[in-house]
């Protein structure tokens, strides 16, 4: 499919699917949405609420790897050791990442974000010294791990343009790969969405939502 560069309402770049009239991130600003859902909503609330210095995280949809980015930021200024897996079926081109502009936008060094992508697929690889990627390139509906994460960044295309991600069948593995008090959070807010979710056991919160969208869920096993 077509691809095209959007910048968005924050100033980042977005990659856009025109045939789906859909992009990776939120057109009201993707670094905005990816803190105020992912790392505050998140990463920010697990550790507040979980006391942990370690955690284990599972990204559904990894892509540009702007969530993995902020959370490798994340895990250095707060000394807190991650480990990261990033689930993708159709990874995003070099040649396309090198025309984002995330680094420069949160004053940080492009050799990390270039890293985050020029690393092999199916090994953990230690990325710096408080995070390490695993990136496994798999379609969604094949996750099959049992109680192996504390935190779940679900992060699929959205279910306008692909359904088949936001059912009960997937947050049933979704439920299954969290650890017992396990945090899903995810910019989605749909009810079909939170209802899919409360079937298989979540405990589902509605939260404020990003720029430019109302509310988001979070979700507790």
């Given at each position: 499919m077509k691809r095209e560069f959007l910048t968005t309402g924050d100033g980042s770049i977005t990659i856009h699917i025109p045939e789906w009239n859909e992009q990776y991130h939120s057109k009201h600003g993707a670094i905005n949405e990816a803190l105020h859902v992912f790392i505050q909503a998140?990463?920010?609330?697990?550790?507040?609420?979980?006391?942990?210095?370690?955690?284990?995280?599972?990204?559904?949809?990894?892509?540009?790897?702007?969530?993995?980015?902020?959370?490798?930021l994340f895990s250095e200024k707060e000394q807190i050791k991650i480990e990261y897996t990033g689930v993708e079926a159709y990874p995003v081109l070099f040649s396309e990442i090198e025309k984002l502009n995330y680094p420069k936008l949160v004053g940080s060094s492009e050799r990390i974000f270039e890293k985050l992508h020029q690393v092999p697929w199916e090994k953990?690889?230690?990325?710096?010294?408080?995070?390490?990627?695993?990136k496994r390139k798999l379609f969604f509906s094949e996750i099959d791990e049992v109680d192996a994460y504390n935190l779940i960044y679900f992060d699929a295309f959205g279910a306008r343009v692909q359904p088949e991600l936001w059912t009960e069948a997937i947050f049933e593995k979704m439920y299954r790969a969290l650890k017992p008090e396990g945090v899903l959070?995810?910019?989605?807010?749909?009810?079909?969405?939170?209802?899919?979710m409360e079937a298989v056991g979540f405990k589902v919160e509605r939260l404020p939502g990003p720029p430019g969208k109302r509310e988001m869920l979070r979700s507790v096993r």
């Open positions: 998140g990463l920010r609330h697990f550790l507040k609420t979980s006391k942990s210095k370690k955690v284990q995280i599972l990204e559904i949809g990894f892509g540009t790897g702007l969530n993995a980015f902020l959370t490798q953990p690889t230690q990325i710096s010294e408080n995070f390490i990627l695993k959070v995810t910019y989605a807010a749909k009810g079909s969405v939170r209802r899919a």
